[in-house]
């Protein structure tokens, strides 16, 4: 018979023994619980690419089954939480499935321009002043005078600022001016000031044109001028934002590139009965940016000055259609002026239209094809874009974001013909089909017909739009 130490002896082997088998079998489903939550946030990705139609979908056709693969993946979610790892695999097996089916047939067939595909460079040229004062060109009104800026500022954070004088289609320069900043620890929101004043011209000359505006202690001094044949833009402003915050900027940016739409060609088609004419030029930018007593400095930034003449085509009623507005139906913007310490560029993927070029070494380069591959939805893509000059391999890290305009701020990283990109930056824009349409938004807060709280809160609560499904893309 054994004693009671006996048995207490024996127990305590048998547990011993056992303690490694249950290690084992706890690593085991530790690690398959790993792979699996692995595997969710992979196909969740996908899903949300979808849902920020974060690809290119005229090139692609449209993920028309992410609703289905989302109820799928919201009982693998629910089934994680509960630990529940059995059914988990097959659920996002089919949902997997689901979100690799493109369809093209719902998207619309139109004539867009492809100047990839038939490059004709024999109107390009340098701007001139006479381009900035121009109030329509190609048969359209002008749309705005604007910069983008991007750098990263002297406190590590990444900023983002879009001063604009605005036309809209109107024939002359209209109220209000705004201007807005971006940082990247406030992803999704933005510094607006709104100068509720029509912009004076107070300084006109051969060579330049200053606009000046002040409301109620904001102001913004924007100047435009052509300095040794670059186009030198300098901006300043300062304000207190729709939440009260007081703001300051400073900048100046010189031209390396004039890009023209559509190669400065007449009948440009982004979409249907809607047209591009005009400039982006893009260089190097610095200056200084205050937000609520906190300065930034900024070296080596980005800067982008736009003179772009929108809308209807010629002969097309002005009051029948709208740029914008055909943005937020047709969808598949990826308009994005980058600048390098190496190189400036300007990929403008609108809809069907296809349009791209590069300034390397004072040559401007047409890409034979470019293609754009999405890697974290709302967050990051590739752009392959080949050439006769070398391959152009650039990665895209979203740091900043505003959503009236969809405007990001960006870095950018890679290669030109194997040459390594340094102080790479870029302004994206990314209207969704479903988005909002930030011209006219802006232009009623203006005029006092929409309050600027109420605007914010409808902004966040409606991004993303509803996924886009098997129904046709166009107007309804």
Known sequence: MQTTKTKSVVRLLLI?????????AQRAQENTGTAIQAKYDLVKNQLDIARYQWYDLYENGVMVKAAEAGKLLDQAKALLEQKNTGEVSK?????????????????????????????????????????????????LLKGDIAIGFVGKGSDGLYYEIMPLINYHGTGGVIEPVAFEIMRSDEFENLHMVLIKKKPLLMLETDSSMVFYAEDNGNYQLYSVSKIGGKTVVWI???????????????????????????????????????????????????????????????????????????????????????????????????????????????????????????????????????????????????????????????????QTMELFYYECGCTVTGTFNGITLTNGYGCLEKTPIGGMDGVATIDAMGKGLLKPSEVMAKLRAAYPPPLLGSEQIGPK
């Not at 004062?133 to 048969?139: F, L, M, P, T």
């Not at 060609?265 to 893009?282: A, D, H, K, R, W």
């Not at 610095?286 to 800067?303: P, Q, S």
């Open 16 to 24: 011993s023994l056992l303690i490694p088998v249950i290690s084992i």
């Open 91 to 139: 659920l996002l097996d089919q949902a997997e499935a689901l979100l690799k089916i493109y369809d093209k047939s719902v998207l619309p067939q139109y004539d867009a321009s492809n100047t990839i595909k038939n490059p004709d460079l024999s109107r390009i040229r340098n701007s001139t002043i006479e381009d900035y004062k121009a109030r329509d060109y190609d048969g």
């Open 236 to 398: 300043e402003g300062a304000g207190k934002d729709l939440e009260g915050v007081d703001v300051y900027f400073n900048v100046l940016m010189r031209s390396n590139m004039t890009y023209w739409y559509n190669q400065n060609q007449p009948g440009n088609v982004l979409y249907p009965g809607t047209s591009f004419s005009g400039i982006e030029e893009i260089g190097s930018a610095e200056g200084v940016i205050t937000i609520g007593g906190k300065t930034a400095t900024f070296k080596n930034a980005m800067g982008e000055s736009e003179n772009l003449f929108n809308g209807p085509k010629a002969g097309t009623d002005i009051n029948g259609i709208g740029y914008r507005k055909q943005m937020t139906t047709y969808g598949n913007e990826w308009w994005m002026p980058f600048h390098t310490d190496q190189l400036d560029g300007q990929m403008c993927i609108i809809g069907a239209s296809r349009d791209f070029a590069i300034q390397y070494q004072g040559k401007y380069i047409v890409p034979k094809e470019v293609t754009i591959t999405p890697i974290i939805a709302n967050k990051s893509f590739r752009v392959f874009a080949k050439t006769a000059e070398g391959d152009l391999d650039v990665t895209v890290e979203v």
